[in-house]
Structures are given as C-alpha cells and as structure tokens.
C-alpha cells in the first residue's frame, strides 16, 4: 500500500509540474549558478514578437503548485484528461510550427535559472523563427539526457543528424521531411554553450543567440525603444514568476503563417488594422507573481501606444473617471462586470476610415449616417445632433449564465450611463423600434418603462408537391427547379446574414440597455422596481471590490472589472466536455462571427480536443476564485493590474 501511495502522489506532482509550465510557455535575479548566464531580453533580437520568460523556473514551479490552478492539476479527477491529450496537444503544437522537441518536464528537469522562448519576425521565405533558452548551471547531465531524446525522437521521423559550425561552436542540426509537405525539410539545431542549452529552428536565430551570449549584442530586445519605454512604466516587483512582451499586430501576422491567410473575397482584418495605423499599439508588456498571502495571481502589464497617431486610431479614446456609476440594480446571478470609459463622440467620427475601409468603398459610412438621419422611410435619428451628446462616456457590460447549460446559455446585457435630464433618450428608442418590420414594444406592467424586442426570423421553406412523377411535365418541372437550386447556390454567398438573430434595448433608471433578449430586461426591471441592491453584497463579489479599490486609492481610471471565475469558466468548461465549445453563443460571440466568418463557413467546425474525460463543473468549482482588473489611460497607453484572490483563510 505504501509503494502505491508513492506512485500517486508522483503522478499528481507530475501533473503541477506539467500544467505549471505549460500554463507558462503556451501564455507568455536567478539562482547562483556554475556560469553567469545573460538574460533572454539581451540575446533575442529586436525583431522579437512575442517572449516569455520565467526569470527563475524552479521558484516558478514551486509558486505554482501553491495556486488553486496548480492544486486543481494535480486533483486526481483531472488525471484521465491528461493521460487522454497528451500525445494530441504535442501533435497539434508540432502542426502549428513547434518544431524543438522541447517538453514541459525536460525543461524543469534542466533548467537551473531562466527559460525563455521567443517567437521572431523573419524577412524571406520562412517567415518567422522559433527559439528556446534554457540556463542549465551545473545540470549538464541532464541537458546531456535531454538531448539524447531528441535525437531518438527526431529520428524515428527520419530526421538526418549532422555536425555544423555556427559561431565557431558546434551546433548539432536535424533536417526531416515536413508532415504536411514532404518536399520541404523541417529544421532544428541544438547546442550546449556557456550554462545554456539553446534550441532554434534555423540556423540564423541559432548565430544570433550564440553571438549574444557574450552579452554585447547592441540590436537585442532590450536595447529597442519600445521595450524600454513600455517596460519603464510597470510598477516594481520582486520576484517575478513570468515576465512577457508581444507585439500584438506582429505576433497575429506569425499565427497567421501557421494557419493560412483568409480565404478568397474575405476581408483581411490584419491588413485593415496594419493600413489604417494600429501598429502604433506597439507592444504589450509585464509580468505575474504567483502565491502571496492575498492573491494567487497578481499580474502587472503596460500597452505601448507610440505617438502621434493617426486619425483611425483615435476610436481608442477611453478618458479616466474618478468614479464608475455601476448600476446598483445588477442580478445577483452576474458572472462579471465590466465598466470602461469610452469617448464615443470622439471616437464615433473616425469609424467612417474602418467602415469604408472594410467593405472598399470610400464614403460608405457617411452615406449609411445620412441615410439613418434622411430616409423618409427609416427612423430619421440625427446620430451625431440626436444620440451622442445624450451619451456619458460610461459603458458597462454584465454577463451571466443561464442552466442548464447550452451554447445560448450565455446572457449580455450593455448599459451606457446617459447625460438626459429630459428624458429625451426614451423618445429616440421609441422612433427606432416603431420604425424597425421586426420590432415589438413590451410596456412593462405597473412601471413606466417600454421594452423594444426584435427577432430575425428565418424564412419558411417552400415545399413543392409533384403529383405527376413519371411525366414529362414532371420532367420539365424538375429541370426547372434544378437550375433554380442552382442559381440560388451561386447567389447563396451574396446573402446577408443579420448581425444578431435577437436582441432587446429599453431606457432604464438613466440608463440605455442593450440586452441578448427581452426576458434579460424584464428582469433588470424588476430589479429596479423592487430596488434590489444586493449584488455587491455577496462575499466573492464585495471581497474583489475592496481588493480592487485598495489598488485604485484615489486615482482615476479608465477600465475595471470584477469576474466571478466559479461563474464565468462554467458554461465554456462545460461546453468543452461535451465536444459544444465552437458552437457557444453570445452577443459579443456574434459579432465577431459576423466580421471573420461572414459566410458562415466554420459555423459546423467541430471542436478539435475533446473534453469528455474531464469531471463535471461542480466538483473543481471550488478552486476558481473571484478576480480583478483595472486599468489606467495615459498618452503612452494603458497601465493594466490583475489579481486573482487566494481562497479566503479560515478561523
């Protein structure tokens, strides 16, 4: 019994071990060592897109295991999920370019210092690069182990081995047939030099890590502008577990070489973004300290935004407040709240270079705006006169989960906060639902509030009885209806969906609500009507909100949320197990399906990992806990600070 007991145990701290560094290497001063080592931000070179780095990887692991995520990897409930994914997650990392071989457990059992991995911008046909560096200390037997494997595995893919001089090192170098392109040879070089192990699938970024150990690198991560500038606003702290930069457009444009370009007469979002100037969102920056007395997560990361930008740009005006108005009236069932700040009148003007942009068509925006504003036939609301200045710069979104739970469990309600003193909102919602076919006004009994419900519907079905099978007026009725199948085929693509199969809006309490459906508002107003103000007394919910104005103290802010993880991880958890996970539904969800899917191409893609291996929802709920985040504007970007809370201790 006792050798069995072992046995688990070791299985369940495998399993920290694993999900520890996982969590790291997929998301984003040491020890004393044999060899001073120079940091990864010194040997990766500017051109870097994304890196993530733990600073000292055996302090990360054990601060991990400490974190209810780390005790949930090892609840022996996940075990059969593990045991069940982990040959499919490594192949479907080496099918997205992961190419080093490198496992999470060789590189615990190796590293004595940091681990980084860098993902880098490349000019040519190969147009990004991969690399790991790992500090090994004294641990070269190990790292001798490890390379050993590598060997073995590489070639049992018929990898070739060879011997190449880089930088006046020897570098070992495995050259295979790719999995998806037999005629193309997949690459990876390997080396032990100066207390490092260093992996790079090419042999330029192999030169470059070499050549930087000396520490002398003058174009490395570190010495760019922009590291420097984003990296100078995050507060200090001691003991970083992992430390990350990402250029966002960059790192998209990566990805996108793994998983293919859009597909044909599909508007290229990146190239929108990248033409209209949103690289000057250079980088996002920071770092996470796991374990502390009160948090099992506090995260602190910058948004680099470079100045001047240009006029596109301009729709990320998110101005500081002192105070957010949070609806008191919320539903006690709120899984997170959301409230940001956001200029609409100064950003609503520059949507007109995105629209137009969008469908290439110049003027597109502006003509849509007068004809809204025109139209004998439409609801003849002046956007710009009539809506925006009745608008404060307060949004709020709330979501919750409805069980049982079902991809359309997911429920969202946005509120804006209204400058309207007159109550003359109420009337434009009134001129917009009366002149929408689909609209339906709901007057809610014994209050003084009006519903406006709308509902796509979709159209019924022609059914088509031949009675004279066999004729030839049958015949000739059959070729007829054939070559309408096809022209409705060929036609199909130029169909325009809606955006929203439903959705309600009502003006409430000096609120403007956008809601999922009209039941979600018919509650909200109940709430009001009664006065309920309970939300923010509930335990999780009160104890994130203290946490959270601690950290404001007296500065303004332009972003802050509360997330109820128990709540909010349910319904995608849930989905996950039962293979749903790329059929959920949300207001959010539908919206950026309508903008990358427009044809709905993908609307049936099944879910790729199965989950059915893993417990229900109920029994890990206890290891997800309230969390937080708040964030500051400044002309250099934005300042973001999470937490997620440690479990509340017990007298």
Known sequence: MRNSSKRVNRSRYNAVRRLALAAALGFSSSLAHAVDTVPATKMFPASTQALVRLPDTARFVDAWAKTQFGKLATDTKLQNFWNSQRDDIRSRLSEAGWQLSVDVEDIEAIADGQTAIGWIARDGEKPYSVAAVVDIGSRELQADE??????????????????????????????????????????????????????????????????????????????????????????????????????????????????????????????????????????????????????????????????????????????????????????????????????????????????????????????????????????????????????????????EIVE???????????????????????????????????????????????????????????????????????????????????????????????????????????????????????????????????LFKEPDVARANDVMQRLLGDDSHSFMQIDRTDKSFEMQYELFRDGQLSSSRSVAAAILDRILDPKKKNKDKQQKIKGDALPPFAEIRSYFMPAGTVSTTSDEGWLIQSFILAPEKKD
């Not at 570098?171 to 690459?187: A, M």
């Not at 509030?449 to 079905?461: A, G, K, L, P, Q």
């Not at 099978?469 to 130029?494: R, W």
Request: proline share 6%; with cysteine.
């Open 146 to 399: 490890f390379l050993k494997r590598v060997a073995k595995e590489l070639k049992s893919r018929e990898a070739s081995e060879s011997k190449v001089k880089i930088a006046d090192v020897d570098v070992t170098r495995y050259q295979w047939p790719s999995p998806t392109n037999p005629k193309v040879l997949v690459q990876s070089y390997y080396v032990i030099n100066k207390g490092q192990l260093i992996a790079a699938d090419d042999e330029r970024t192999m030169k470059e890590l070499l050549e930087a150990q000396s520490g002398t690198k003058s174009d490395s991560l570190i010495d760019s502008k922009t590291f420097q500038e984003a990296t100078a606003k995050l507060p200090e702290m001691k003991d970083n577990d992992i430390e990350y930069f990402v250029n966002p457009l960059g790192m998209v444009k990566l990805l996108r070489e793994v998983g293919g370009r859009p597909k044909k007469n599909q508007p290229d979002i990146l190239k929108l973004l990248t033409d209209q100037g949103f690289g000057s969102v250079r980088c996002i920056t920071g770092s996470l300290h796991f374990a502390s007395e009160q948090h099992d997560m506090v995260h602190n990361g910058f948004i680099k935004l470079e100045q001047p930008i240009e006029e596109p740009v301009k729709i990320l005006t998110f101005p500081n407040v002192d105070a957010f108005e949070v609806p008191s009236w919320l539903s006690t069932g709120s899984a997170s709240i959301t409230a940001f700040s956001w200029d609409l009148k100064e950003a609503f003007p520059r949507f007109k270079y995105l629209v137009d942009s969008y469908v290439n068509s110049p003027g597109t925006f502006d003509s849509m705006i007068d004809g809204i504003k025109t139209d004998i036939q439409g609801p003849q609301i002046d956007i710009v006169k009539e809506v925006l200045p009745l608008l404060s710069s307060q949004f709020f979104i709330v979501t």
């Open 404 to 534: 049982p739970i079902t991809p359309d469990s997911k429920r969202s309600l946005v509120a804006v906060k209204l400058n309207d003193p007159d109550s003359k909102f109420a009337e434009i919602v009134d001129r917009y639902g009366s002149n929408e076919p689909q609209g339906q006004p709901l007057d809610v009994p014994d209050t003084k509030y009006r519903i406006w419900s709308f509902m796509n519907e979709t159209d019924e079905v022609e059914v088509e009885l031949d009675f004279a099978a066999g004729t030839k007026k049958s015949n000739a009725a059959k070729e007829e209806k054939g070559q309408k199948e096809e022209e409705k085929e060929s036609t199909e693509d130029d169909v325009e969906e809606p955006l929203l199969d439903q959705w309600a809006i009502s003006v409430v309490d000096g609120y403007f609500l956008f809601a999922s459906d009209a039941e979600l508002l018919m509650e909200t107003i109940k709430r009001v009507k009664a006065n309920d103000q309970s």
